[in-house]
């Protein structure tokens, strides 16, 4: 029985930055856990490689390319999604970006642009699948992903750490609001995980120092790997998770505040 909680045989699950990193681990687990999948990113090639794997695995998966920041695009996709299988159960709001900038050198157009993707990319894919799982009376699950940190801030961090903290809020403020209707909504903080977004930034000394770092600060001695947020991702998305809402799961290998 225990184990039975994670099937997610019959449930629809719409995961945006599907192409890549978490969002395309957590795609195929949902898939593998039996979930059919809308997969929405705006990497086309990427979005098509994911939906390729879930398919030769066995499962069902839907390309949606989209802009997750153009709220028209989110609505689009969430709506094609919802009427193609009838309803949607699950949301991970994936998407976001990485930046990088000294406090004192912070330009609007870098908080405006990462806002737009990290903090209205997922309160637009939030707003669109809640109103769809209400409209259909389905008590159904939405993940968001923050990030760890919120928790240890760190150099370099205002811009990214603002939108995660806003993240923060929203889950739990939406918590509260469609609570009411069986929907529940939790976000995942992981620490430093090994994807293209981090390997991209791997590239500058600082990044590279802040991954050593992580690694060391972790009890666990190591940063983690996209398949171990996944597993966050599917336990906040299935019935596991069924008294859990409004709540940080924060699978970051114990990382507090290491500066
Ligand atoms: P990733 O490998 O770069 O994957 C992110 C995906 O989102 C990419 O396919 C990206 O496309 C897509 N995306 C970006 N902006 C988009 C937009 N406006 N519309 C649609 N899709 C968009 O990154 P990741 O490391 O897996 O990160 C996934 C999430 O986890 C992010 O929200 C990140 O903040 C969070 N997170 C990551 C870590 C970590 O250490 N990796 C830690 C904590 C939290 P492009 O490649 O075209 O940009």
């Keep these: 029985m225990p184990v039975m909680a994670y099937d997610l045989t019959?449930?629809?699950?719409?995961v945006t930055g599907a192409a890549s990193g978490i969002g395309r681990a957590s795609a195929v687990l949902l898939a593998e856990?039996?979930?059919?999948?809308?997969?929405?990113?705006?990497?086309?090639?990427?979005?098509?490689?994911?939906?390729?794997?879930?398919?030769?695995?066995g499962g069902a998966a839907h390309p949606h390319p989209l802009d997750v920041s153009d709220r028209g695009s989110v609505e689009a996709a969430v709506e094609a999604a919802a009427s193609d299988s009838g309803r949607l159960d699950i949301l991970a709001a994936v998407a976001g970006i990485m930046h990088s900038s000294p406090v004192l050198?912070?330009?609007?157009?870098?908080?405006?642009?990462?806002?737009?993707?990290?903090?209205?990319g997922v309160l637009y894919a939030c707003q669109a699948v809640a109103r769809s799982m209400i409209a259909t009376g389905t008590a159904g699950s939405i993940v968001t992903m923050a990030s760890g940190a919120v928790d240890t801030g760190g150099p370099g961090l205002l811009c990214y750490g603002v939108t995660k903290a806003a993240v923060f809020q929203l889950?739990?403020?939406l918590a509260t609001e469609v609570g009411p209707h069986g929907i529940r909504v939790n976000a995942v903080?992981?620490?430093?995980?090994?994807?293209?977004?981090?390997?991209r930034h791997n590239n500058s000394e600082a990044q590279a120092h802040t991954a050593a770092l992580m690694s060391r600060m972790s009890p666990l001695g190591r940063v983690g790997a996209p398949e171990?947020?996944?597993?966050?991702?599917?336990?906040?998305?299935?019935?596991?998770?069924?008294?859990?809402?409004?709540?940080?799961?924060?699978?970051?290998?114990?990382?507090?505040?290491?500066?």
Aim: glycine share 6%.
């Design 10 to 14: 019959d449930r629809i699950a719409f």
């Design 33 to 57: 856990a039996g979930a059919t999948v809308h997969c929405a990113d705006r990497d086309e090639v990427g979005l098509r490689e994911t939906v390729s794997a879930i398919a030769r695995a």
């Design 228 to 259: 171990e947020i996944a597993h966050a991702v599917l336990h906040l998305a299935s019935d596991a998770a069924a008294f859990t809402t409004g709540q940080i799961l924060r699978p970051n290998g114990g990382v507090a505040m290491p500066w």
């Design 105 to 120: 050198e912070t330009r609007d157009e870098d908080l405006d642009r990462v806002l737009a993707v990290n903090f209205k």
């Design 171 to 173: 889950t739990k403020t």
């Design 189 to 199: 903080a992981p620490g430093w995980i090994r994807t293209p977004m981090t390997e």
